[in-house]
């Protein structure tokens, strides 16, 4: 039950609640073009830095295997925005 600025309670079914739900988790955020372009190469340089990192750590710190999810993360993510960029384009090119 919500209730409205008059104090009458108005009801949702749950198909709109759910609806309403998913619209605010699925918004579509727009970046310009030059952010867009450079977003897969920042993941794998984020995760190259990040495995780098994991590499001159002398000692067996907590951080480590966190280090080491985080860059296989950055670069599998880079790596799949890159692939569905370029699948996209490739697909908005080809006439057929």
């Known amino acids: 039950m919500l209730s409205t600025a008059a104090g009458k309670a108005s009801s949702l079914d749950k198909s709109s609640r ?14 310009p073009k030059l952010f867009y372009d450079a977003l ?3 993941y794998l340089v984020s995760g190259a830095l990040a495995f ?3 590499v001159y ?4 710190f907590w951080v480590l295997p966190h280090y080491v ?4 993360g950055c670069i599998h993510l880079g790596v799949y925005v890159y692939r569905r960029r370029h699948r996209r384009a490739s697909a908005e090119s080809d006439p057929d």
Do not use: G, H, Y
């Open 57 to 60: 750590i002398n000692e067996w």
């Open 18 to 31: 759910d609806s309403r739900k998913s619209a605010s988790l699925n918004r579509k955020i727009w970046l």
């Open 69 to 72: 999810l985080f860059s296989a």
């Open 40 to 42: 897969p190469f920042f």
């Open 52 to 54: 780098l990192a994991t």
